[in-house]
């Protein structure tokens, strides 16, 4: 019922900047929460930030004076601006977003994920 689309991933340098976008489209339902997590090779997926329908937004540790999430509720966009990017920071990043369909159920999607890579 509700799909969405990750894009602007790719390769930066240390200490580079990307914006990622997360559209969702679909029809009879309304966004809650959104959010994004990464998965780097080897390792389990983690989530990096979260955000509310009213923009309440809470953050992973590692990227909190870093990262920025946001969100366009008319456009059904997320977004995570990425600033000071490290190696460590290379991943597959996911957009994971609630919602409640038209039967008023509530349940949860994921993106196909994006790739972001740090390297010089």
């Known amino acids: 019922q509700v799909q969405l689309v990750e894009s602007g991933g790719g390769l930066v340098q240390p200490g580079g900047s990307l914006r990622l976008s997360c559209a969702a489209s679909?029809?009879?339902?309304?966004?809650?929460?959104m959010a994004w997590h990464r998965q780097a090779p080897g390792s389990q997926r983690e989530a990096i930030a979260i955000i509310s329908p009213g923009g309440v937004t809470n953050y992973l540790p590692s990227v909190r004076d870093r990262f920025t999430i946001s969100r366009d509720n008319a456009k059904n966009t997320v977004y995570l601006q990425m600033n000071s990017l490290k190696a460590e920071d290379t991943a597959v990043y996911y957009c994971?977003?609630?919602?409640?369909?038209?039967?008023?159920?509530?349940?949860?999607?994921w993106g196909q994920g994006t790739q972001v890579t740090v390297s010089s």
């Open positions: 994971n977003a609630g919602f409640r369909d038209d039967l008023g159920r509530v349940d949860t999607t």
């Open positions: 679909g029809n009879r339902f309304t966004i809650l929460n």
